[in-house]
């Protein structure tokens, strides 16, 4: 059993590890997520038994697992598991589980519920964080082939827009992306994706006034489903880059608090804008607010303009070879 219970992004990061775990057991795999990931390990790995919990599972903001939660988990019967979690919530999960072995990694605290335990690491990337986890019972090896996903880039004109992030403080303002759009627009087919409630109405009809539809996401496989249609995702540092990058597509990302040396997907079809401000992390993950919205102006992400972003959108643009309109 793999318990992995993460968002969006970090979600697809582990799943090079998973595939170590599935190569090198060959036998009956089950990955417990949150239901909303169940879509993207579906598709990142075929034939693999996938439970989806609920965040209603979970009590205090999902930290500790309901009775219900390890019920599920106990009546799976696991062999082994790999927690690739590492905070409370999967600490409460794994808690009076009777698996002959459980491998992970977690904050010290937890350390005595692992018979192979590993620290977190706090240098780059995030996928080598959970190679870390399983690294301590299964050989891993070398080599940034393990790392990457296979391209699928079309060359089509056709150019989606995710303007939002789980953290406020990671977004470039919506201004700022309505404005790239419609500079871009002439020579290429835009679209926004959004999820429901995140844009209000009015907004939704201007943006729509200048020809660029908006399309309203309600689930993780909706998403997946419009990347799938796209030759280039432009966001910011969020979950549906990996996403794209899972599904071999071409993004653009937005960098502001955080470090894309520990989150930027890997590979060619992947460029970035990073802010370049007295605070921003030259070799840390985040700034020294941890990306918290208690920073007083953002200014990370206000310093970049729409003039940097474009330039260096359509250069990626002529480097992917998109096609105009």
Same mark, same amino acid.
């Given at each position: 059993m793999v318990i992995s219970l993460h968002k969006l992004g970090d979600s697809v990061c582990t799943i090079p590890a998973i595939r170590?775990?599935? +190569? &090198?057991?060959n036998k009956s795999i089950t990955i417990v997520c949150y239901e909303e990931n169940v879509p993207i390990y579906e598709y990142a790995l075929k034939g693999i038994n996938i439970v989806g919990l609920k965040h209603k599972d979970f009590y205090f903001e999902d930290r500790i697992a309901s009775r219900h939660a390890r019920k599920i988990v106990k009546? !799976? %019967?696991?062999?082994?598991?790999?927690?690739?979690?590492?905070?409370?919530?999967?600490? =409460?999960?794994?808690? +009076?589980?009777?698996?002959?072995?459980?491998?992970? &990694?977690?904050?010290?605290?937890f350390k005595y519920l692992y018979d192979f335990y590993s620290t977190m690491r706090t240098e780059p990337h995030l996928i080598d964080i959970y190679l870390d986890a399983v690294s301590t019972f299964l050989p891993i090896k070398e080599g940034?082939?393990?790392? +990457?996903?296979?391209?699928?880039?079309?060359?089509d004109h056709s150019i989606t827009i995710h303007p939002f992030a789980g953290v406020k403080s990671k977004e470039w303002s919506l201004g700022n992306f309505i404005s !790239?759009?419609?500079?871009? +627009? #002439?020579?290429?087919?835009?679209? &926004?994706?959004?999820?429901?409630? #995140?844009?209000?109405?009015?907004?939704?009809?201007?943006?729509?006034?200048?020809g660029i539809p908006?399309?309203? =996401?309600? #689930?993780?496989?909706?998403?997946?489903?419009? !990347?799938k249609n796209c030759a280039l995702l432009i966001s910011n540092d969020a979950g549906p880059i990996h996403v794209a990058n899972l599904l071999g597509k071409a993004a653009f990302s937005i960098f502001g608090p955080s470090n894309p040396k520990y989150s930027l997907p890997i590979g060619e079809k992947n460029a970035f804008i990073k802010s370049d401000?007295?605070?921003?992390?030259?070799?840390? %993950?985040?700034?020294?607010?941890?990306?918290?919205? #208690?920073?007083p102006s953002n200014e990370c992400m206000k310093s970049i303009s729409v003039d940097e972003v474009e330039k260096l959108v359509r250069r990626f643009i002529l480097e992917l070879k998109i096609e105009r309109k």
């Open positions: 170590e775990i599935v +190569n &090198f057991f009546c !799976l %019967k696991p062999e082994t598991i790999f927690d690739i979690t590492g905070v409370m919530t999967s600490a =409460t999960l794994i808690f +009076n589980q009777r698996a002959k072995r459980i491998i992970g &990694f977690n904050r010290e605290q940034s082939s393990l790392r +990457n996903f296979p391209a699928d880039i079309v060359k !790239l759009a419609q500079r871009l +627009n #002439s020579d290429y087919t835009l679209k &926004f994706i959004v999820h429901p409630g #995140s844009l209000e109405k009015d907004i939704i009809e201007e943006i729509r006034r200048h908006v399309i309203i =996401t309600t #689930s993780t496989k909706e998403l997946m489903k419009e !990347l401000i007295p605070c921003s992390p030259v070799n840390e %993950k985040y700034c020294f607010t941890y990306v918290d919205q #208690s920073c």
